[in-house]
């Protein structure tokens, strides 16, 4: 069109690129599909479940499929041991709790390093930096139900709690993400999720408590795991983290 400036080519122009598009779609998966099926670390998520998949996960609720041993961090932190936290794992969000395990707030790893390159005292206050609403769902939701409101919503984590806001575990994009798997890994992995609830009711446990009443690790647990000579690098981290 700009070199012949002919409005009058501009219609099958299009129509051209069109049926372009969907031959190519017929004949193969776009690139951009190919290099995110190669990256298992990347999980796209559907804008909706299948019907199948609909009908298999029926019976799961969100306490069923999600991950129960959630590092979180409590109201009181000292520097050392958010250093050693962001040192020995690659979380990107970590919820806060108080002394009776009640979801208090959501912080994420990148809010932690500015937080660290920032203040020197010894003892932190995790709530004044924390997400003080964070994106929560009731243990017994349904889970199609959930995977709606996580894909509509465009979240990368949903905290599951109970009644009295106990956290009991968290769903993540690589949670929702095995439901999205194409062929029957998915369906594979839901019959997992059901196997296990079966278990778990045939042992006596109810549906709140079964199997996971989240195995939450504390910070002075994860400083305990450390040696001495880990623990003191904790001031050459620090000043590498200062440097940001």
């Known amino acids: 069109?700009?070199?012949?400036?002919?409005?009058?080519?501009?219609?099958?122009?299009?129509?051209?690129?069109?049926?372009?598009?969907?031959?190519?779609?017929?004949?193969?998966?776009?690139?951009?599909?190919?290099?995110?099926?190669?990256?298992?670390?990347?999980?796209?998520?559907?804008?909706?479940?299948?019907?199948?998949?609909?009908?298999?996960?029926?019976?799961?609720?969100?306490?069923?499929?999600?991950?129960?041993?959630?590092?979180?961090?409590?109201?009181?932190?000292?520097?050392?041991?958010?250093?050693?936290?962001?040192?020995?794992t690659n979380f990107s969000c970590y919820p806060v709790v108080d002394k009776k395990n009640r979801l208090m707030a959501v912080t994420t790893r990148m809010h932690l390093v500015r937080l660290l390159a920032g203040h020197h005292s010894r003892e932190i206050n995790m709530l004044d930096l924390g997400d003080t609403v964070p994106q929560?769902?009731?243990?017994?939701?349904?889970?199609?139900?959930?995977?709606?409101?996580?894909?509509?919503?465009?979240?990368?984590?949903?905290?599951?709690?109970?009644?009295?806001?106990?956290?009991?575990?968290?769903?993540?994009r690589t949670d929702f993400g095995k439901f999205c798997i194409p062929g029957?890994?998915?369906?594979?992995?839901?019959?997992?999720?059901?196997?296990?609830?079966?278990?778990a009711q045939a042992a006596g446990l109810t549906s709140e408590r079964h199997y996971n009443v989240a195995m939450h690790r504390s910070q002075h647990e994860i400083e305990q795991a450390y040696d001495d000579e880990e623990m003191g690098d904790v001031a050459e981290w620090s000043t590498e983290v200062t440097q940001i």
């Not at 298992?40 to 129960?68: G, N």
């Not at 029957?184 to 278990?199: D, F, G, M, P, Q």
């Open 1 to 88: 069109l700009e070199i012949t400036n002919s409005m009058k080519l501009l219609i099958p122009f299009i129509i051209t690129i069109a049926a372009s598009k969907l031959v190519a779609d017929r004949i193969s998966p776009s690139i951009n599909k190919v290099l995110l099926n190669l990256n298992p670390k990347v999980f796209m998520l559907e804008d909706s479940l299948s019907e199948d998949l609909l009908l298999v996960c029926r019976e799961l609720t969100v306490h069923d499929a999600c991950t129960s041993e959630v590092l979180v961090l409590h109201e009181i932190e000292t520097f050392g041991q958010i250093v050693n936290l962001l040192k020995k």
């Open 136 to 172: 929560v769902t009731m243990w017994n939701t349904p889970l199609p139900r959930a995977y709606q409101h996580f894909s509509g919503m465009g979240l990368n984590h949903l905290c599951v709690v109970d009644e009295e806001h106990m956290l009991l575990g968290i769903l993540t």
């Open 184 to 199: 029957r890994n998915s369906v594979e992995h839901i019959k997992t999720l059901l196997n296990r609830k079966a278990a």
